[in-house]
């Protein structure tokens, strides 16, 4: 009986996805980790906001949702707020779209590529680990995120989110779901400044670069440098759960964080997708009152790939412990 129940409530379900995706009619997502007996890669799927900030599936209002799926599928009270769709109009954000993919989560607005979070399954699989140490995840959760690695890593999933487009402004075409998605450059390109701190923090959280600790600065400069400093518990919560050290480093292809030697998920970047970046800023902030910053973003965000920075945060290592080496990317 239960079970009958369930399928009862699952069918309208399975029968609007299946009308979505046949109203789709685009190629699958591609996914390049199709092995291991499981894979999900599904068409775009585009949702069209009108000018009141109501959403329609593949043509399909949320009414006609609703009734397709004999009420179980009811979003007839979701609205954008007409301030964004107004916002969106003037400065003509037409489309934003999202593509989960094996090795990253990867972001187009108008079409145009933007950094982007890129993974592994190693990386997602340290993220969770790393999440649950240190207490932002619960070991529940920490564990469910651990199982579900392998399948994130064959799922392509992508979703575009149109947007009205204002009187006299032409239309920007979506993105060719059959062309590659833009890869950013390896990191053997050349940077123009070269950048490496670490600190070493002692038990009470204070931090020295070599040999100098934020409290000498201070006390040297009159100027007041707390703000570099931890809580001792947070030092003690990181010995006690075996963290040594985290190393962030700005590369010319993205920015890549390491807890020990395992590399978590980064945020992924090339020369072109920092200038599209830049430019969807001043689009987006196009007013008088943001010109000084539109300015330093144009100027400064460019930059980023012509970088190579290191920062280093060193824990007190517990007696009797072995040194794990810092990473060498």
């Not at 564990?143 to 009205?164: E, H």
């Not at 590399?263 to 599209?276: A, I, Q, R, T």
């Amino acid at each position: 009986m239960i079970t009958s129940k369930r399928l009862v409530w699952l069918l309208p379900v399975l029968l609007a996805a299946l009308l979505l995706l046949t109203a789709c009619g685009a190629e699958p997502t591609q996914v390049a980790e199709q092995d291991g007996g499981f894979l999900l890669a599904l068409p775009r799927v585009t949702i069209q906001i009108d000018e009141q900030g109501v959403p329609s599936v593949a043509g399909m209002s949320p009414e006609m949702l609703k009734t397709a799926t004999f009420g179980q599928v009811d979003l007839t009270g979701v609205k954008l707020p007409q301030e964004y769709i107004d916002w969106f109009m003037r400065t003509n954000v037409q489309h934003i779209e999202l593509v989960h993919k094996d090795d990253g989560l990867f972001m187009f607005v108008n079409g145009q590529p933007l950094p982007h979070v890129g993974w592994t399954g190693d990386k997602l699989s340290s993220m969770s680990e790393m999440a649950g140490a240190v207490g932002l995840l619960d070991q529940r959760t920490a564990k469910v995120l651990s199982i579900l690695v392998p399948f994130a890593q064959r799922m392509g999933l992508d979703l575009a989110v149109k947007f009205p487009v204002a009187p006299g402004n032409e239309e920007i075409a979506l993105r060719d779901p059959k062309q590659p998605i833009p890869e950013a450059p390896s990191a053997e390109e050349s940077a123009m400044a070269k950048v490496r701190a670490q600190l070493k923090y002692d038990d009470n959280g204070v931090p020295t670069i070599l040999s100098v600790s934020t409290r000498d600065l201070e006390d040297a400069f009159g100027v007041s440098m707390r703000s570099m400093e931890l809580p001792a518990d947070s030092v003690k919560m990181m010995e006690d759960r075996g963290i040594q050290h985290i190393t962030v480093r700005a590369m010319p292809n993205g920015l890549f964080v390491w807890v020990n030697d395992a590399e978590m998920p980064g945020f992924v970047w090339s020369n072109d997708f920092l200038k599209n970046a830049a430019s969807l800023y001043g689009q987006m902030y196009y007013t008088d009152e943001y010109a000084p910053v539109r300015q330093a973003v144009s100027m400064l965000l460019p930059l980023l790939n012509k970088v190579d920075a290191e920062v280093v945060l060193l824990f007190p290592l517990p007696n009797g412990v072995k040194a794990i080496p810092l990473p060498n990317p």
